[in-house]
């Protein structure tokens, strides 16, 4: 049985990842093998089995070096960061050029005093939270929109 420690097996783990960036030089994944790909659901959009969820990072260069690599799809959120997520997602898409290559996906959180909304009222409220996304997003429109902890059946 083989004895590695956490720590090394991190350390182990992280070393192999950046050499496999390294050895990628300037050609991307994508254009050295085929991305394998998904249908979601019966909706009719097929997504890459990969992907980046963009939560935690506020670093385009990371966003642009998985998008160098082969990353298509990106999962951010209204919430993440104060909507700055989105922000470093659409600067980056932009300064890329690859809008029309990646697969965007973003969510709106449904929040206590929006249940309490009439119908219309929550639909001109959702309506708004979506081009809210979109103006950080820099975009004019998003592929997937999620809806964060829907409680009511109703909703």
């Given amino acids: 049985m083989n004895n590695l420690s956490r720590r090394r097996f991190i350390q182990t783990g992280t070393a192999g990842l950046v050499s496999a960036g390294f050895l990628a030089g300037r050609k991307s994944f994508a254009e050295k093998r085929s991305v394998i790909t998904r249908p979601l659901g019966k909706t009719g959009v097929t997504l890459p089995v990969v992907s980046m969820g963009v939560?935690?990072?506020?670093?385009?260069?990371?966003?642009?070096r998985s998008w160098e690599i082969g990353v298509r799809h990106f999962d951010t959120a209204a919430g993440y960061q104060r909507?700055?997520?989105?922000?470093?997602?659409?600067?980056?898409?932009?300064?890329?050029?690859?809008?029309?290559?990646?697969v965007i996906a973003t969510k709106i959180q449904v929040r206590d005093a929006s249940r309490?909304?009439?119908?219309?009222?929550?639909?001109?409220w959702y309506i708004g939270q979506a081009e809210e996304s979109l103006k950080r997003l820099r975009t004019d429109y998003v592929d997937i929109l999620y809806t964060h902890n829907v409680q009511d059946r109703e909703l």
């Fill in 55 to 64: 939560m935690n990072s506020m670093d385009d260069a990371l966003f642009k």
């Fill in 83 to 102: 909507g700055r997520n989105e922000m470093m997602v659409g600067k980056a898409l932009e300064e890329l050029g690859v809008r029309d290559q990646a």
């Fill in 116 to 124: 309490t909304m009439s119908t219309n009222e929550l639909r001109d």
